[in-house]
């Protein structure tokens, strides 16, 4: 065996060992190769291509071996699960330089780039599940891994997808390349040295690798849940909504602040036509707002792990589809997705059997006169709508106005009735209110714009409140 394949490896315990590596299995990534170790089977050794960062890298790697975060080798059904490939011993060679690690062995044939999970296609070909449960136990699993890495200090700094995979069977997480993390030394930091767009955050724009620390994990933590729950979808890619604009690529997108799926509308990009972010829980949608949103605090890896076990916890089984689960009673939004998916699979079939179509017209009523007469139609019917609309948004006003004024002239019948009865009463009356509003959103055009429907909601709830003190003075707020 070739001398240069014989090393010193310097354990964490301070004892030597002489080491002869086996063959390379891999030329790794731009750091280094990996070889086998003989001597040690369940382990690896990264070799590093640079030796003139020897110094460095000792360094690094010895402030890695003295602060190790606890993500154990997990053993299931027989089978060990080495869960990230943090360095075991440092490697010298007989020159005293700084060669490389020694890792854990993992098992690459078992494990999967978290990117074959994003999609449906890539998941059926690679033969993994299509239970949503998996997805959201791979999304558990990276924020734990990610939380316990903090927890030491260390940060990745470049988080995506295609740098985490998971184990096939058990979606437990299965990292590589921890050299490249920003770690945290004694009264020093090792800085990251690589960071990949999509999934850097708007303020690191100006930033270099060696300058992000947690908020860069969490926001890319955050993009990378946000994908495993919406099917693949990034947050900050979504449908223009004027077709003449700019396409902007998806890192200027997150610069931008262009996030499609928050409570506020994005004046530049509508929701993805086949996200499901609709059917997440309240309380997702507001960690995602802190997440993308801008001036949101964002939240923790540990505040991801408690979510996320949570969610876990309240799944309810799909009835069509045992592979689908939802999270609140507005019903299954994968069975929503796929049914707006065959809907168009449909009309594009029919398209193909039928006359030929331009912009969804059969060419043989693209004649001038039938389109100024389709046209003077469609503005008519979009005329009366609107007009429908003003109508029955002066209408809410209205009413609401001059509700405190009725309590008041009512109020000894309404106030012997009791508060409990008036709150029951006014949370039907809200309740059957907001109903009504969000049914008309799907009709009238009006009503689609967000702002205007949250202002007659918030209208209402405070003459609601107005009401009370119509009927019961300040005697309210004496309530004991």
Not at 123 to 133: F, P
Not at 297 to 311: D, F, G, Q, S
Request: proline share 4%; glycine share 6%; hydrophobic share 40%.
């Amino acid at each position: 065996m070739s001398e240069f394949l014989v090393y010193n490896a310097i354990f964490g315990d301070g004892h030597f060992e002489r080491l002869a590596l086996g063959q390379m299995l891999n030329k790794g990534g731009a750091a280094g190769k990996i070889y086998q170790c003989p001597m040690y089977p369940e382990m690896v050794a990264k070799i590093f291509h640079d030796r003139t960062k020897s110094k460095t890298n000792r360094r690094k790697l010895e402030a890695m071996i003295q602060n190790k975060p606890n993500i154990p080798m997990i053993e299931e059904g027989g089978k060990k699960y080495v869960q990230i490939a943090w360095p075991e011993a440092v490697l010298e060679d007989d020159e005293g330089f700084c060669a490389g690690y020694l890792m854990p062995l993992i098992n690459t044939k078992e494990a999967v780039s978290l990117d074959h999970l994003m999609q449906k296609a890539v998941r059926q070909k690679q033969g993994l599940s299509e239970k949503y449960q998996q997805r959201l136990l791979a999304a558990f699993n990276v924020a734990v891994m990610v939380n316990e890495l903090h927890k030491c200090g260390h940060y990745i700094v470049d988080l995506k997808p295609a740098n985490v995979s998971v184990y096939k069977d058990n979606m437990r997480v299965a990292v590589y390349d921890c050299d490249g993390f920003s770690i945290n030394g004694q009264a020093v930091r090792y800085p990251a040295e690589y960071v990949s767009e999509e999934y850097i955050y708007p303020e690191g724009m100006n930033e270099n690798p060696e300058d992000m620390g947690e908020e860069q994990d969490k926001f890319a933590l955050a993009v990378i849940i946000f994908k495993l729950l919406n099917n693949g979808i990034h947050p900050f890619a979504g449908t223009l909504r004027n077709k003449e604009a700019e396409k902007l690529d998806i890192q200027t997108r997150i610069e931008q602040y262009h996030y499609a799926y928050g409570v506020w509308p994005d004046p530049y990009q509508a929701p993805h036509p086949y996200s499901m972010h609709e059917y997440f829980e309240k309380s997702t949608l507001d960690l995602f707002e802190r997440a993308f949103a801008k001036g949101g605090k964002r939240p923790t890896a540990k505040e991801w792990c408690n979510h996320l076990n949570y969610l876990m916890s309240i799944l309810k089984e799909c009835k069509k589809d045992k592979n689908h689960v939802y999270f609140t009673n507005k019903g299954c939004g994968l069975c929503a997705v796929e049914e707006k998916f065959r809907v168009k699979f449909s009309e594009v079939e029919k398209e193909k059997k039928g006359e030929p179509k331009i912009r969804g017209f059969e060419v043989g009523n693209l004649t001038t006169e039938k389109m100024q007469i389709f046209k003077k139609m469609k503005q008519r019917a979009f005329g009366r709508l609107n007009r429908l609309g003003f109508l029955l948004a002066a209408m809410h006003f209205v009413l609401w106005t001059i509700l405190p004024i009725y309590a008041a002239k009512y109020k000894d019948f309404l106030s012997a009735k009791g508060f409990f009865v008036q709150v029951l009463a006014a949370v039907v009356i809200l309740k059957g209110v907001f109903s009504f509003l969000n049914y008309i959103q799907k009709v009238l055009p009006l009503f689609h714009n967000t702002v205007l429907l949250n202002m007659l909601k918030i209208y209402a709830l405070i003459n609601t409140i107005v009401c009370f003190f119509a009927i019961n003075g300040f005697e309210i707020l004496l309530i004991k």
